[in-house]
């Protein structure tokens, strides 16, 4: 449903196909999902997420960490920002989600 709406499914019928034909697989077709190869379940990892990611947040980190003058000479754009705090937590929660050993999904 998070592809469904960029799409132009607006009504209830997207989510309730979708929730049906992950019934379907679920319930009786999981023999058939393990002749899908692993790299293309991941490709479609891929574009979800390249599709769903807020990418100006990561412009909003960015200023985040700059001086307010250098934010200034830089425009409009560099304006937005979060709390540095806010960004020293995403950074420490995202290293150790990711780094050490036995975490990684």
């Known amino acids: 449903s998070t592809v469904n709406c960029p799409k132009g499914g607006r009504g209830r019928l997207g989510p309730a196909v979708t929730a049906v034909g992950i019934m379907a697989c679920v319930m009786g077709a999981y023999p058939l999902l393990n ?3 692993v790299a293309a379940l991941a490709g479609v990892m891929l574009v979800v997420v390249m599709h ?8 909003m980190l960015v200023a985040a960490l700059l001086p307010v003058s250098i ?6 754009r560099f304006q937005l920002k979060v709390p540095r705090i806010d960004v020293f937590v995403i950074c420490v929660v995202t290293l150790l989600s990711n780094f ?3 975490t990684n999904i």
């Open 52 to 59: 769903t990611f807020k990418w100006f947040s990561l412009q």
């Open 35 to 37: 002749f899908i190869p």
């Open 100 to 102: 050490p050993k036995g």
């Open 71 to 76: 934010r200034d000479k830089l425009g409009p």
